[in-house]
């Protein structure tokens, strides 16, 4: 789970800052070449009587904005810029009213079709600013343009019509004229308010939303950090059970043999069931051991090139006795051609190891366990089928989760841990590899385990 911070340290709502200044510098450029195109269009594609002055503020644009692209390129995104890039946000917006009120003069004043940029440009400044600041751009944008209204009507400035097409300010009344000020400046007023108030909500879900999504990388940091500490007690437990465990089951084979004299029928049967139980422990231990060192990452992978038939090999013929005892078919089908894989020979060991356990283990006698494996596509799969009790239905969405026994499994023997599909499943993963399986309950199951071929070079390992 990645937490809600950057590299850079910000939040989100922190960031968005920075990125929308940033992308106000690119609309600029669109903004400045459009008014010098638009200047060029109307003078010499119309024929329209448009004063040289509106080309110059839109090289004047791009100008100050080369200025303001510089400043961005040299401000980082540290929380401790916040407030350099909040000035930069509003000197943009100032310098941006002062080049459309001079635009609006040149093209009819009060009465200019580009009055209602000053309109859309205070709505963007209520996604760049805080509310106070939206309405302070506000306040500049009507003082502005009234003013330059103002000079207008009463003639301190030239009344510019682009060629009579648009009215002159001077004719106008002075209760229109009064009207279309208090006008322009309840739209800014409204539109000012209705922005910086979407936008402050907006502002503030994302910093809400930023907010629990730290609370919850902090409680999953500390999960993490629980399950670490769990991992390590596993460890320490086992380790210290593993010796007497090893040590009363040397003890009951000792006794089994008949070394320590002669044992009534009673006690034999007693001590025979107190070996397996000492065998199932021995085997719980060291596979809480396996599973406890994946997870600390105590024993990585070797990457090597796996020799698979001489792995399978070995597997097959230390569970063939199991299998024969019990008068079940084993059968081994390896192709002629030498198939590699990579990976780690002890632990590719261990997944089939548990595997063919598992389909001995589960297969009542007079069934068929097979091995079988096959390249395709870059991949070596291997096949591991049993005609055995198979795995209910409802339950195999469980089936690779950690002390998960089937229901049936429980009736056909008694003792088992339920890890050893899960430590197959942590093998495999951790060789990028693909575990498939097909079950039916009273038919059996089929296992497709699917590894990556070796790049080329590098020695071939047996397995010895």
Do not use: C
């Not at 059970?241 to 040397?250: C, D, L, M, N, W």
């Amino acid at each position: 789970m990645e937490s809600p911070e950057a590299k850079d340290g910000l939040l989100p709502v922190e960031r968005e800052l920075d990125e929308r200044v940033r992308w106000f510098v690119q609309l600029r450029w669109v903004a400045g070449g459009t008014v010098l195109a638009l200047g060029n269009l109307l003078r010499y594609g119309l024929g329209w009587q448009v004063p040289l002055a509106v080309e110059g503020i839109g090289l004047g644009v791009l100008l100050y904005n080369a200025v303001f692209w510089w400043l961005v390129r040299r401000l980082e995104p540290q929380p401790a810029h916040q407030v350099a890039w909040s000035h930069v946000a509003n000197l943009q917006i100032n310098a941006d009213l002062i080049a459309l009120t001079a635009l609006i003069y040149f093209t009819g004043g009060l009465h200019s079709p580009l009055l209602s940029f000053a309109v859309f440009h205070i709505m963007i400044a209520s996604f760049l600013l805080r509310r106070r600041d939206v309405f302070l751009q506000a306040g500049l944008a009507m003082a502005l343009v009234g003013a330059m209204s103002w000079a207008t009507w009463r003639e301190w400035l030239p009344n510019e019509t682009l060629g009579g097409r648009i009215p002159s300010a001077a004719a106008t009344h002075p209760t229109g004229f009064l009207l279309a000020l208090l006008g322009f400046a309840a739209l800014l007023t409204i539109g000012a308010y209705l922005a910086s108030t979407i936008g402050s909500t907006l502002r503030q879900r994302e910093w809400q939303v930023a907010q629990a999504q730290a609370a919850l990388q902090n409680a999953y940091n500390q999960l993490e950090k629980l399950d670490e500490a769990k991992t390590r007690f596993t460890l320490m437990v086992t380790h210290e059970i593993r010796s007497p465990v090893a040590a009363v089951q040397t003890l009951l084979t000792v006794l089994r043999a008949g070394y320590a004299g002669n044992l009534p029928e009673q006690a034999q049967r007693l001590i025979e069931r107190a070996s397996q139980r000492a065998d199932t422990l021995v085997e719980l231990v060291n596979q809480l051991l396996d599973l406890a060192r994946d997870r600390a990452n105590l024993t990585p992978l070797r990457r090597e090139k796996v020799l698979i038939a001489s792995l399978l090999q070995q597997v097959e013929e230390a569970y063939r006795p199991h299998a024969e005892a019990k008068g079940i078919e084993l059968s081994v089908a390896l192709p002629a051609e030498p198939l590699t894989v990579q990976g780690d020979t002890d632990e590719l060991g261990k997944l089939f190891s548990n595997l063919l356990s598992n389909a001995v283990k589960y297969t009542p006698p007079g069934g068929k366990v097979s091995l079988k494996t096959w390249q395709e596509n870059g991949r070596v799969t291997v096949e591991v089928r049993d005609t055995g009790i198979g795995i209910p239905a409802a339950e195999q969405e469980h089936l690779f989760t950690e002390f998960f026994r089937a229901s049936n499994a429980k009736r056909v023997a008694e003792h088992g841990t339920g890890l050893g599909l899960a430590i197959v499943k942590r093998i495999v993963d951790a060789h990028g590899g693909d575990i498939r399986f097909v079950s039916e309950e009273g038919k059996g199951t089929t296992f497709w385990v699917s590894l990556l071929e070796p790049a080329e070079g590098g020695d071939v390992v047996t397995h010895q």
